[in-house]
């Protein structure tokens, strides 16, 4: 099977530590999955997949990593990061309660763009904590196209939650043979935070069908019909 390779990510240096507040209030040997993305907006399938990961991986936290931009999408398309920071807040308080549930601007606060960026610079920053990137498994269908996506794979494990309508493609992704042999069942997943990378699971759940492309749309078709009838 032909894979596209972006190569390795050009490697920049993380903050130092103590030289940014982040706000995450993280100590070594916790167990915290990062769930990036542009929340735009966030909505309960995102909650899903956050509980989801909690949940089955005995997390003790969920870092909603909310992105300034990114930069495979259309930054026409994108609200303000106020506005999506905001809609994430009320979406990780549906999937928890307390401190389990934590949305952050960091890649904002540190200037990266890019999540390999964004990843070497936390595991800088928090040395000694057990971080597992998580993602949907629609994102897992095109992660072969992310920049330095096989420098993730070794750097942390990845926890992959099935989402609608990608759950076969998922499966079946770039990614996924070339990682083939480093998957780890899904009836092994709490073991997943502790083990050395690469190591990635998938895993099902009961499927939320919402999404950000579809909420947008509503959104949209609202506006119109509220301007013809204004």
Same mark, same amino acid.
């Given at each position: 099977?032909?894979?596209?390779h972006?190569?390795?990510?050009?490697?920049?240096?993380?903050?130092?530590?103590?030289? !940014?507040?982040?706000?995450?209030? /993280?100590?070594?040997?916790?167990?915290? +999955? *990062?769930?990036?993305g542009?929340?735009?907006?966030? %909505?309960d $399938? %995102?909650?899903?997949?956050?509980?989801?990961? !909690?949940?089955?991986?005995?997390?003790?936290?969920?870092?909603?990593?909310?992105?300034?931009?990114?930069? /495979?999408?259309?930054?026409?398309?994108?609200?303000?990061?106020?506005?999506?920071?905001?809609?994430?807040?009320?979406?990780?308080?549906?999937?928890?309660?307390?401190?389990?549930?934590?949305?952050?601007?960091?890649?904002?606060?540190? +200037?990266?763009?890019?999540?390999?960026?964004? /990843?070497?610079? /936390?595991?800088?920053? %928090?040395?000694?904590?057990?971080?597992?990137? *998580?993602? $949907?498994?629609?994102? *897992?269908?095109?992660?072969?196209?992310?920049?330095? @996506?096989?420098?993730?794979m070794?750097?942390?494990?990845?926890?992959?939650?099935?989402r609608?309508?990608?759950?076969? =493609?998922?499966?079946?992704?770039p990614?996924?043979?070339?990682? #083939?042999?480093?998957?780890?069942?899904?009836?092994?997943?709490?073991?997943?935070?502790? !083990?050395? #990378?690469?190591? @990635?699971?998938?895993?099902? #759940?009961? !499927?939320?069908?919402?999404?950000?492309?579809?909420?947008?749309?509503?959104?949209?078709? =609202? #506006?119109?019909?509220?301007?013809?009838?204004?």
């Amino acid at each position: 099977m032909p894979f596209f390779h972006a190569g390795p990510a050009p490697r920049v240096s993380g903050p130092r530590r103590g030289a !940014l507040r982040d706000g995450l209030d /993280l100590r070594p040997g916790m167990k915290v +999955g *990062l769930f990036g993305g542009s929340f735009n907006p966030a %909505h309960d $399938g %995102h909650a899903h997949v956050a509980e989801t990961a !909690l949940r089955r991986l005995g997390l003790d936290r969920v870092v909603w990593l909310v992105s300034p931009q990114n930069p /495979l999408k259309d930054a026409r398309d994108s609200a303000p990061l106020a506005d999506r920071m905001a809609s994430a807040r009320a979406a990780a308080a549906h999937a928890a309660a307390g401190p389990a549930m934590v949305v952050s601007d960091f890649e904002t606060r540190v +200037g990266t763009r890019w999540t390999v960026d964004t /990843l070497r610079a /936390l595991t800088a920053r %928090h040395p000694g904590v057990r971080f597992v990137w *998580l993602m $949907g498994s629609d994102n *897992l269908a095109t992660f072969h196209r992310w920049r330095g @996506w096989t420098d993730i794979m070794r750097m942390m494990p990845v926890a992959v939650i099935a989402r609608p309508g990608s759950e076969l =493609d998922s499966r079946t992704a770039p990614a996924a043979a070339r990682f #083939a042999a480093a998957r780890v069942p899904a009836s092994k997943a709490r073991l997943l935070p502790g !083990l050395e #990378a690469p190591a @990635w699971t998938y895993l099902t #759940a009961p !499927l939320n069908p919402r999404s950000s492309t579809a909420l947008r749309a509503r959104a949209r078709a =609202d #506006a119109d019909t509220a301007r013809r009838k204004a």
